[in-house]
C-alpha cells in the first residue's frame, strides 16, 4: 500500500486560508468516506482534526474543514494562526482493511 | 479519561524481537466499536500505520510489514501488545498506539510514544 500523496510543504500569513491535498486512489480516498486529519506539534502526539472527511470533533476549532472530490481529500485551514504552524497528515481506510498515512505537509505560519 | 499509555524497550539490537505493550484505561478493549492501532514515526519522517485490532479480535497488518508484525490483546489487564521481530536500524521510531473507532475508522486518542532505538 502506497503513502496518500501531500504535498511537502504549504505557507500562509496570518488570517489566510490555506488548503492541503491528499491524493489516493479508488482503493483508498475515492472508495469510501473513512478520511481522517491529523495536526501535530513537534515533540507530540498527532491530534484527531478532521474524521470521516468532513466530521469535526468536540473541542477542535472551526477554522479546520475538510472535502473530498474523487481520489483527492482536502483540509482546509481558515484564518491561519501562528499556533496552526506543526505538520499534517491524512489518512484513509482501504479496500484492504487497513489504514494509510499520506506523506505529511509541514505548515510554515509567515 | 481516554488514556494510551506505551511501554517496553528504548534500545533493541538489530535482529532481535521487539515487544511493544499498549495499556489504555478510561475504555474496554471489550467494548463495542472500538479497538487500538499501533503507528510508528522514524526520526524527521512521516507517520506509518502497523496494525489494528477491534474487541471481536479482528486484526489487521500493514501489507509491507505483514510477515513481521503480530498484534493481541488481554481484556483483563487493558493491554494490547505488538511484536515486531527480526528488528532492523531502519526501524528505529518512535511507537504510538491510538484508539481506534470501529464506525469512523479514525484515531481519536493517542498515547505519547515511545522512542525505541536499534
Known amino acids: 500500500q502506497s503513502a496518500l500523496t501531500q504535498p511537502a510543504s504549504v505557507s500562509g500569513s496570518p488570517g489566510q486560508s490555506i488548503t492541503i491535498s491528499c491524493t489516493g486512489t479508488?482503493?483508498?480516498?475515492?472508495?469510501?468516506?473513512?478520511v481522517s486529519w491529523y495536526q501535530q506539534h513537534p515533540g507530540k502526539a498527532p491530534k484527531l482534526l478532521i474524521s470521516?472527511?468532513?466530521d469535526r470533533p468536540s473541542g477542535v476549532s472551526y477554522r479546520f474543514s475538510g472535502s473530498k472530490s474523487g481520489n483527492t481529500a482536502s483540509l482546509t485551514i481558515s484564518g491561519v494562526q501562528p499556533e496552526d504552524e506543526a505538520d499534517y497528515y491524512c489518512?484513509?481506510?482501504?479496500?484492504?482493511?487497513?489504514?494509510?498515512f499520506g506523506g505529511g505537509t509541514k505548515l510554515t505560519v509567515l | 479519561q481516554v488514556t494510551l499509555k506505551e511501554s517496553g524497550p528504548v534500545l533493541v539490537k538489530p535482529t532481535e524481537t521487539l515487544t511493544l505493550t499498549c495499556t489504555v484505561s478510561?475504555?474496554?478493549?471489550?467494548?463495542?466499536?472500538?479497538?487500538v492501532s499501533w503507528i510508528r514515526q522514524p526520526p524527521g519522517k512521516a507517520l506509518e500505520w502497523l496494525a489494528h485490532?477491534?474487541?471481536?479480535?479482528?486484526?489487521s497488518y500493514s501489507t509491507s510489514l505483514k510477515s513481521r508484525l503480530t498484534i493481541s490483546k488481554d481484556t483483563s489487564k487493558s493491554q494490547v501488545v505488538l511484536t515486531v521481530t527480526n528488528m532492523d536500524p531502519v526501524d528505529t521510531a518512535t511507537y504510538y498506539c491510538?484508539?481506534?473507532?470501529?464506525?469512523?475508522?479514525?484515531?481519536?486518542?493517542w498515547g505519547q510514544g515511545i522512542l525505541v532505538t536499534v
Open positions: 485490532i477491534f474487541s471481536n479480535d479482528e486484526k
Open positions: 489518512n484513509s481506510y482501504t479496500s484492504s482493511r487497513t489504514l494509510v
Open positions: 491510538a484508539r481506534i473507532r470501529a464506525l469512523e475508522i479514525d484515531l481519536d486518542q
Open positions: 470521516e472527511v468532513s
Open positions: 479508488s482503493s483508498d480516498v475515492g472508495g469510501h468516506d473513512f
Open positions: 478510561g475504555f474496554s478493549l471489550s467494548g463495542p466499536r472500538r479497538g
